[in-house]
């Protein structure tokens, strides 16, 4: 095993950081997190390890995005080549050039150090999402959800998944509402989307996600939460596995890339009917939205309503 690891390093222009995924996706990164300016802290789904770091002198037109690749897997040549190919997507797309450095890292205890960095999180108007290391507090006024992420996407810090909790409580006012509710969740991560759920009173949920590492952790995050584990299947894979049921949802979550939205947006009416609604975020406002909300009307989806934060934005759907 290597005991060393290649930090790459790319300041870019928020509205490029898909690219960037995609690219550090493709090279084989085994995880990323990002900072927008000098305030949010926050990740994007990439499998494997995350990380927090603290970054100064940005301002809030750059991303700065953080990933991880073991030295048996990448030489300085390749890095090289990655880089090459950044800027050649830049180009293309009339971005600025991006900053892209590199550097290798001892493999110390640097896949848990961004555990300094995350406090508790006030979201929407009932989520207080908690780090798991923390004392909990006594007689907490909000729903308190108790997280540790692990090697999965998902701890509420970025825009994407906030915008999904809060649209969570939109469609979920009250207990009796939520009980009434089947849902499913789409690319799981650590579970906050089907977490907050059943904190607001969900009682039937299937989570997929194909990675194995997300579903692990979404399952510790269950008894870290004591929550009953008869109100949620998870299952390893994507919307195939919850076509192959025979329940019918009225509700989805899915907060990934917006081109596997793109994707998968296809099945999502074998595993709705007429009336569901949709929570689906990951999507840039200014590149990505409108595509979606045009695919949806194919298919017989409604917008209801948007909300933006930075430079995302959560659409909420209906079927017709």
């Known amino acids: 095993?290597?005991?060393?690891?290649?930090?790459?390093?790319?300041?870019?222009?928020?509205?490029?950081?898909?690219?960037?995924?995609?690219?550090?996706d493709q090279f084989g990164c085994s995880g990323t997190v990002i900072q927008i300016g000098k305030e949010?802290?926050?990740?994007?789904?990439?499998?494997?390890?995350?990380?927090?770091?603290?970054?100064?002198?940005?301002?809030?037109?750059?991303?700065?995005?953080?990933?991880?690749?073991?030295?048996?897997?990448?030489?300085?040549?390749?890095?090289?080549?990655?880089?090459s190919a950044i800027q050649t997507d830049a180009l293309a797309q009339g971005i600025s050039s991006p900053q892209v450095s590199w550097q290798l890292i001892e493999e110390e205890d640097w896949a848990s150090g961004w555990k300094d960095y995350w406090q508790p999180q006030e979201i929407g108007d009932r989520f207080l999402i908690y780090p798991a290391w923390w004392e909990v507090p006594q007689n907490p006024e909000r729903l308190l959800m108790r997280l540790d992420p692990g090697a999965a996407f998902g701890t509420g810090t970025h825009p994407t998944t906030q915008l999904c909790l809060e649209s969570l409580e939109r469609y979920l006012p009250t207990q009796e509402d939520a009980a009434e509710v089947a849902i499913a969740d789409i690319g799981c991560g650590s579970g906050i989307l089907s977490l907050g759920a059943m904190l607001l009173g969900v009682e039937n949920i299937i989570a997929v996600d194909n990675d194995p590492l997300a579903t692990k952790t979404f399952r510790s995050n269950l008894q870290l939460n004591q929550v009953e584990p008869n109100h949620v299947v998870i299952k390893e894979g994507s919307i195939a596995e919850i076509a192959a049921l025979p329940t019918k949802y009225n509700g989805v979550v899915c907060n990934i890339l917006a081109k596997i939205i793109v994707q998968l947006f296809s099945q999502f009416n074998q595993i709705t009917e007429q009336g569901s609604w949709a929570i689906l975020s990951g999507i840039l406002i200014e590149k990505q939205a409108d595509e979606i909300i045009e695919l949806a009307a194919e298919y017989g989806w409604q917008l209801e309503s948007s909300q933006e934060r930075q430079d995302w934005c959560c659409l909420n759907l209906r079927r017709l």
């Open 1 to 24: 095993m290597s005991n060393r690891w290649w930090e790459i390093t790319v300041i870019c222009d928020p509205t490029f950081e898909e690219s960037i995924f995609w690219r550090l």
């Open 40 to 83: 949010a802290l926050g990740q994007r789904p990439l499998d494997q390890w995350e990380l927090e770091q603290k970054l100064q002198n940005q301002t809030q037109s750059t991303s700065t995005i953080n990933a991880y690749i073991s030295d048996l897997k990448s030489t300085a040549t390749d890095l090289d080549g990655l880089n």
